[in-house]
C-alpha cells in the first residue's frame, strides 16, 4: 500500500509562482512513475505532469514552459513548480503514483494511476 499527502494548496497570485508538494509513504519502492493532475470546477480530471522514476517527465499542453515536475526519488517527493500561473490553473490538484514501468506511449494514461491523494486545491486571484 501507499499513502499520499499533498500539500501547498493555497491562493496563488495570478502571474506569480506557487509551489505544490507531494510526499509518499508506505511501499514506495514499488513506485515508477508520479504525476499531478487536477480537477476544475465543470471539467473532468486532466493530467497536468507525470515524472518516471529515471526522470523522463511529459506535460499537459496547457502548462508547458510554465510548470515544472520535480521528483526526489530518496525523500520520496514530487512537487510541481509553478510559474505564471494564470485563472485556469485553478483547481483541485491531486498527486498520483503508477507502480509499472512500461506503458503504451511511454507513460502511464490516468487509468493507469495505482494511488491518488485526496487533493490539495488551488485558487488563482488576480
Known amino acids: 500500500q501507499v499513502y499520499l499527502r499533498e500539500s501547498g494548496g493555497g491562493s496563488a497570485q495570478s502571474g506569480g509562482p506557487w509551489r505544490l508538494s507531494c510526499v509518499a509513504s508506505?511501499?514506495?519502492?514499488?513506485?515508477?512513475?508520479m504525476g499531478w493532475f487536477r480537477q476544475a470546477p465543470g471539467k473532468e480530471r486532466e493530467e497536468v505532469a507525470q515524472?518516471?522514476?529515471?526522470?523522463?517527465?511529459t506535460y499537459v499542453e496547457s502548462v508547458k514552459g510554465r510548470f515544472i515536475i520535480l521528483r526526489d526519488n530518496d525523500k520520496h517527493t514530487v512537487d510541481l513548480q509553478m510559474h505564471n500561473v494564470k485563472p485556469e490553473d485553478a483547481a483541485m490538484y491531486y498527486c498520483?503514483?503508477?507502480?509499472?514501468?512500461?506503458?503504451?506511449?511511454?507513460?502511464?494514461?490516468?487509468?493507469?494511476?495505482?494511488?491518488w491523494g485526496v487533493g490539495t486545491r488551488v485558487i488563482v486571484s488576480s
Open positions: 515524472m518516471s522514476r529515471d526522470g523522463r517527465a
Open positions: 498520483a503514483a503508477a507502480l509499472g514501468e512500461y506503458y503504451s506511449g511511454g507513460y502511464p494514461a490516468e487509468s493507469d494511476y495505482n494511488y
Open positions: 508506505g511501499n514506495t519502492d514499488s513506485l515508477y512513475f
